[in-house]
């Protein structure tokens, strides 16, 4: 059984290599355990949170595509590299108009120039980043606050 309402967290391409990848940049901790954390969090603010991940952007597109059939109240999305490239998938993001947070584990402010700008953060409710996992939570928590009444 579903909780109400639905939030999904979408994660762009290389976040699956957590925990080996760059460890000193994103840090130890595992997709699968930020997504672990996610769904317990959320299931505290009664909420259910769907996690899904992709290294392909169409992939990606064609989950928001969904969200509208599927009844998604919020989606917290953490682009990764195509931060910097994806209009597709910022459009993606507009054409659904369902409120998200987009979200960075590192701060992406002190990292190369070219992660500085964002093709989403204008679209976002919020921006979180440098939080490392702590900032899906935090998103999470965010989301509970924006919708309306959702423990009904």
């Given at each position: 059984m579903s909780l109400s309402p639905l939030i999904?967290?979408?994660h762009g391409p290389n976040l699956n290599r957590l925990g080996a990848r760059?460890?000193?940049i994103y840090g130890?901790?595992?997709?699968?355990q930020i997504n672990q954390m996610v769904a317990s969090r959320a299931k505290a603010l009664g909420m259910d949170a769907?996690?899904?991940q992709s290294n392909h952007e169409g992939a990606l597109i064609e989950r928001v595509h969904q969200a509208t059939s599927a009844s998604v109240k919020f989606m917290?999305?953490?682009p990764a590299g195509l931060t910097h490239t994806s209009v597709a998938l910022?459009?993606?993001m507009a054409s659904v108009a369902i409120p998200f947070v987009e979200v960075h584990l590192s701060n992406v402010h002190r990292r190369e120039p070219f992660r500085h700008h964002s093709?989403?953060?204008d679209l976002a409710e919020a921006v979180i980043c440098g939080l490392g996992p702590q900032g899906y939570l935090a998103a999470i928590?965010?989301?509970a606050q924006r919708i309306p009444q959702h423990r009904g």
């Open positions: 999904w967290v979408l760059e460890p000193e130890a901790t595992t997709l699968e769907d996690c899904f917290v999305i953490n910022r459009d993606a093709y989403f953060s928590e965010f989301a």
